[in-house]
């Protein structure tokens, strides 16, 4: 019987994953310009015929053409401080900074136990989530602030702090332009 039970808690927490995974998906979708329904629709039709290389292709990732949307802006920011929160140490300290020379800039800091070299390119693609890592999340979060930081042409660099862990985030924006008319 002990066995049945953990046997369900992981087919729970599975199921937990896949529908955090969905719920993304379909804000993503909404923040891109499409409707939710409309894509995941669409979507659950070409799944069964589409070829597993070209899989990407189905994800709501489309460049939004409003540059500069406050939604979008919003979802990175929500994103990068959810990564913080979520692997900071128990009781960590998290540090969020601006600066605005000579570009805006927005640092975001924890205390957590830092990201390995061999795996900070692999962080920011979708669904990627380091093996044994504390988080609960699908692998979407990094992906989604990597992906509106192109779209916002954001300079986005990622830092360890020290020898016992630590990451930060900087995000450099451009220099904002002035209408003069």
């Not at 992981?10 to 994953?17: L, Q, S």
């Not at 939604?71 to 600066?99: P, T």
């Not at 862990?165 to 209408?179: D, S």
Request: hydrophobic fraction near 40%; aromatic fraction near 6%.
């Amino acid at each position: 019987m002990h066995n049945r039970k953990n046997y369900l808690f992981v087919g729970t927490e599975r199921a937990g994953k896949r529908a955090a995974a969905i719920q993304s998906l379909l804000g993503t979708a909404k923040l891109n310009g499409l409707d939710p329904a409309a894509w995941l629709k669409d979507t659950l039709e070409k799944l069964p015929s589409w070829p597993n290389s070209r899989i990407d292709e189905l994800l709501p990732f489309g460049h939004n053409e409003t540059a500069n949307d406050e939604n979008l802006l919003r979802e990175l920011l929500a994103n990068i401080l959810d990564n913080a929160i979520c692997y900071s140490r128990d009781s960590g300290n998290i540090s969020v900074r601006l600066a605005a020379l000579p570009n805006p800039v927005l640092i975001v800091e924890d205390d957590g136990p830092g990201i390995p070299q061999s795996e900070k390119e692999k962080i920011f693609e979708r669904f990627y989530r380091i093996q044994g890592s504390a988080g609960t999340g699908c692998g979407l979060g990094l992906a989604i602030v990597k992906d509106i930081a192109e779209l916002h042409n954001i300079r986005l660099e990622l830092n360890d702090i020290g020898l016992d862990g630590g990451t930060q985030f900087v995000l450099t924006f451009p220099i904002p332009t002035r209408n003069m008319s």
